[in-house]
T-cell receptor, first 117, second 110 residues
């Protein structure tokens, strides 16, 4: 069964450093998402991406964040200068084309646990 | 006001019990509704979509009341493997992004 994969599973970094979180969505999916979940908190939407551009972003997704689809398979989230409060689990998700836009079902990757020291 | 609110839990039930989860959402423009399941330190996984007419999948029954902006999930004959956090999730009209509740933890004991 196809699945979303994410690397690394755990990333430890120093405050102020740049990190890149990587995702490989399901191959025939066209819509890509990043969510985060701070320990003990709810899952929060960061950004959605379609047709090589951001289609929606939340207020969390400020200038420190960027996304990219550098090739036909990878989807990355970059945090330029990490802060302590960026420590969280970051989930990538993808969905296929539905009848009129993205399908309702999003498939989540296993997540990358980011720890900022 | 929180967009999606759920019972804080945890719910501790014995095997075989019936358990109900409640959820309310604040945005009347919410369009699609789901229950996701999240195991400890794992990713959310879709359990079932929720339709206005109500829907059932085996031991799981979901209900939606748009007038009250209320969603429910009923689990019958609980199994040990049902132990997880149950997330109420909505999307808003015109957007595909998911808005999550904080989740309700279920612990099923032998």
């Amino acid at each position: 069964e196809p699945e979303v994969t994410q690397t690394p599973s755990h990333q430890v970094t120093q405050m102020g450093q740049e990190v890149i979180l990587r995702c490989v969505p399901i191959s025939n999916h066209l819509y890509f998402y990043w969510y985060r979940q701070i320990l003990g908190q709810k899952v929060e939407f960061l950004v959605s991406f379609y047709n090589n551009e951001i289609s929606e972003k939340s207020e969390i997704f400020d200038d420190q964040f960027s996304v990219e689809r550098p090739d036909g398979s990878n989807f990355t989230l970059k945090i330029r200068s990490t802060k302590l409060e960026d420590s969280a689990m970051y989930f990538c998700a993808s969905s296929e084309l539905g009848l009129a836009g993205p399908s309702n079902e999003q498939f989540f990757g296993p997540g990358t646990r980011l720890t900022v020291l | 006001r929180k967009e999606v609110e759920q019972d804080p839990g945890p719910f501790n039930v014995p095997e075989g019990a019936t358990v109900a989860f409640n959820c309310t959402y604040s945005n009347s423009a919410s369009q699609s509704f789901f229950w996701y399941r999240q195991d400890c330190r794992k990713e959310p996984k879709l359990l079932m979509s929720v339709y206005s007419s109500g829907n059932e999948d085996g031991r799981f029954t979901a209900q939606l009341n748009r007038a009250s902006q209320y969603i429910s999930l009923l689990i019958r004959d609980s199994k040990l493997s049902d132990s997880a956090t149950y997330l109420c999730v909505v999307t808003h009209s015109g957007y595909s992004t998911l808005t999550f509740g904080k989740g309700t933890m279920l612990l099923v004991s032998p």
